[in-house]
């Protein structure tokens, strides 16, 4: 019999599992962050085990240096759902020029730099930025830009299409 895979306590009859105590201190210790969607694989809940075996959206709430805290996006409704952030990453956003296409506009940028940082241009609707970094690209999702002028983000209709140029 396996216990908890954090403290190692309990007695369970699955492997991987985390028991109601560590998830509770996770989500008790942990600060609250941005929401941010993330691709997860392996996820924790008071009710067990609901990991997924290839990586789908999570939403991020909340972190501790070794766990994030959120749910996932689309199946389950589970709140407050661990994940390690060993199996949790960042949705990769491409580093050279791309066109992205969403429901009201297009897109282009230029390839970013070490920060990612790079130019941005809108097809016949001038933006009042030119330099942007791109924080969120998922097909389905807006797109979530910083263009540095305040704090502010820019959100954008949902993306229908995301395509690399050279
Ligand atoms: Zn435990």
Redo the contacts with the bound molecule.
Sequence with gaps: MAG?I??G??EYKKLDV??H??IKVINDEAKSVKPKLYMAEKAYHILGNISRDKGFICRIFKETPEYFVGNWEEGYGFINVVFPKETTHEIEIPTGAVIIKTRNSVYRFGKSDNEGKRNISRYKKPLSFSLCKIEQLIVGYPMMLNYFHEEFEWVTSSIKSIEEIS
């Design positions: 908890c954090k403290c306590k309990g985390m028991c105590l560590c």
